[in-house]
């Protein structure tokens, strides 16, 4: 069975902290993964992972997949209020549905 | 980025009433549509994958008499609980994939918050 491991579960930081979100997954014919930030609403779109090693940058986030550790990491440099969230990992298979981890909620105060 | 709507944003309902939810993709062309249901502090759970123009496909649990899941053209899917109860309320999501251009993206509608009294 598909499964996706997110850590933390829970983070709170300062404003300007550096953070570092956790994604491992194990899945059948890996296609993709995918980050979303989940506000008060539906999750929105942030990243989509697919080759091993390649860096992807949006302003203060990044993130990058590593197939051999069947990991990814999101980075959040100088972190906003604006920032917290739930932050959620997501792998594609075989199947081409979305298996979804439990979220990161991150917080980050003033 | 790509736009996917839902309507209504939220509904309350009497128990054993039917509710439909719709979901379009604003500007692109979606032969696949999911939905999702959440739960308070838990992670999107898969219901069922929208395939236009074919029967859905649920997932292990779900029951299709239940939720009716009709996807009639590129743009639109709906989900109809029917016979609503209680247990039902949830924050229902509906993601449409967008193929076009070279990409393989599944975009978020905003949800629709069901109550069930």
């Known amino acids: 069975e598909d499964k996706v491991v997110q850590s933390p579960l829970s983070l709170v930081v300062h404003e300007g902290d550096t953070v570092t979100l956790n994604c491992s997954y194990e899945?059948?014919?890996?296609?993709?993964l995918l980050w979303y930030k989940q506000e008060k609403k539906a999750p929105t779109f942030l990243f989509m992972l697919?080759?091993?090693?390649i860096e992807k940058k949006s302003g203060r986030l990044s993130s990058i997949l590593d197939k051999k550790e069947l990991s990814s990491i999101l980075n959040i440099t100088a972190t906003q209020t604006g920032d917290s969230a739930i932050y959620l990992c997501?792998?594609?298979?075989?199947?081409?549905?979305?298996?979804f981890g439990k979220g990161t909620k991150l917080t980050v105060n003033p | 980025g790509a736009v996917v709507s839902q309507h209504p944003s939220w509904v309350i309902c009497k128990s054993g009433t039917s509710v439909k939810i719709e979901c379009r993709s604003l500007?692109?062309?979606?032969?696949?549509m999911f939905w999702y249901r959440q739960f308070p502090k838990q992670s999107l759970m898969l219901m069922a994958t929208?395939?236009?123009?074919?029967?859905?496909?649920?997932e292990q649990g779900v029951e299709k008499d239940k939720f009716l899941i009709n996807h009639a053209s590129l743009t639109l899917s709906t989900l109809t609980v029917t016979s609503a109860h209680p247990e039902d309320s949830s924050f229902y999501i509906c993601?449409?994939?967008?193929?076009?251009?070279?990409?393989?993206?599944?975009?978020f509608g905003p949800g629709t918050r069901l109550t069930v009294l």
């Open positions: 899945v059948t014919n890996f296609r993709s």
């Open positions: 929208s395939n236009e123009g074919s029967k859905a496909t649920y």
């Open positions: 500007d692109f062309q979606a032969t696949t």
């Open positions: 993601s449409a994939r967008d193929l076009s251009g070279g990409t393989d993206t599944q975009y």
């Open positions: 697919t080759s091993s090693g």
């Open positions: 997501a792998v594609e298979g075989g199947s081409e549905k979305l298996v």
